[in-house]
Each structure stands twice: as structure tokens, then as C-alpha cells.
Nanobody, 116 residues
Framework: QVQLVESGGGLVQPGGSLRLSCIGS????????MSWYRQAPGKERELVAT????????NYADSIKGRFTIARDNAKDTVYLQMNSLKPEDTAVYYC?????????WGQGTQVTVSS
């Protein structure tokens, strides 16, 4: 079955960086659109970034433009989220999502905490 496993979260100081990874299995990773979402305590889950199957098109939430970069390595069935200049408001659980033809799968999430 489809499985997405995130890693790379943790505690970081404001201004720091983290790189999240999400490894997919059980499906043809290279033909799926991949996205990162996040959910902060008491808030709805929100889209952070999306990358098309071939990796040629990306889309970012305004709140993280210029600070976060989404990338994928289809040979490794992995999507990444490089997060720089982190702010306390970036604190959330970050989820990986795979989409194709109306089928959606989610990972279990990884916690990112930005605090001094």
C-alpha cells in the first residue's frame, strides 16, 4: 500500500534551517504530484509547497516564499523541503502528501519547533 514517511523535524532556533525528507513506497513515486502541508496547534492544515511529478513546476505559500524550497529525487522516491530563516510561526507538524488522479495519501507528519 501507499506509504509516506517524513523525517528531519526537530527543535531549531529562529533564523536556523532544517531539511525535511519524505520517502514514498508502494506506488510509482515519479508520476505523483508531491506536496508539503503543515498544521500548527489550533489551526487548520495549510499548503506549504507543491512540486509537479517531473519536478519542473513548483508552487509556494506566500508565507514561506523565498525561505523554503521544495525539491524531489524520483530515483530515490523522495521529496524534500529545505527550510531556511525559520521563524517561530513556522512551528507546526509538517505532512507530506501524494496526489494523482484524485487519489491522495498522507504521511504521519514530523514536528518542527522553532524556539529560542
Amino acid at each position: 500500500q501507499v506509504q509516506l514517511v517524513e523525517s528531519g523535524g526537530g527543535l531549531v532556533q529562529p533564523g536556523g534551517s532544517l531539511r525535511l525528507s519524505c520517502i514514498g513506497s508502494g506506488f510509482i513515486f515519479g508520476i505523483y504530484t508531491m506536496s508539503w502541508y503543515r498544521q500548527a496547534p489550533g489551526k487548520e492544515r495549510e499548503l506549504v509547497a507543491t512540486i509537479a511529478a517531473a519536478g519542473s513546476k513548483t508552487n509556494y505559500a506566500d508565507s514561506i516564499k523565498g525561505r523554503f524550497t521544495i525539491a524531489r529525487d524520483n530515483a530515490k522516491d523522495t521529496v524534500y523541503l529545505q527550510m531556511n530563516s525559520l521563524k517561530p510561526e513556522d512551528t507546526a507538524v509538517y505532512y507530506c502528501r501524494a496526489d494523482r488522479s484524485g487519489r491522495t495519501s498522507w504521511g504521519q507528519g514530523t514536528q518542527v519547533t522553532v524556539s529560542s
